[in-house]
C-alpha cells in the first residue's frame, strides 16, 4: 500500500514513478522500501494513466455493498437443559454515592456559609 501511495504521489507531481523515485520516497518519509512490492506494483500499473485507474476503481466500488444494513436479528434461546442451581445470577450491589463535606466555609456562590445575605 505505501508503494501505491508513493506511486501516487509522484505522478500527481509529474514524475514518472520509477521504482529509484518510489524508493526514494519512502525513506524520505521514515520507512523502508521493499524492492519485490515495488517491481509487481510497476508490472501491474506500469504507464497507465492515473486518472483512468482512479475512474476505474470507483466504477468497481459502486457494486461493493456498504452501510449499514441493520443487521441480523438476535439468536434464539437457548434449551432448557440446566440445572436451577447451575444459573444463578450475580446481583451486582451498586455503592451509593455520599455527599462529602469538603470543608472550607464556603458556599459555592463564594459567600460563608450560615451568612445568609442571600435572596435565596
Known sequence: MKELAALML??????????EEITAV???GGGAADEAAISTLLEDVGD?????LL???????????????GGGGGGGGGGGGG???EAEEKVEEKAEEE???????????GEEEGAGGGDY
Request: aromatic share 2%; glycine share 22%; net charge negative.
Open 99 to 109: 455527599e462529602v463535606d469538603m470543608g472550607g466555609g464556603m458556599s459555592m456562590f
Open 83 to 85: 440445572d436451577a442451581g
Open 48 to 52: 497507465k494513466d492515473l486518472s483512468e
Open 55 to 69: 475512474a476505474t476503481g470507483m466504477g468497481k466500488l459502486k457494486d461493493v455493498p456498504m452501510g449499514g444494513s
Open 10 to 19: 509522484l505522478k500527481i507531481a509529474g514524475k514518472s514513478g520509477s521504482a
Open 26 to 28: 519512502l525513506v524520505a
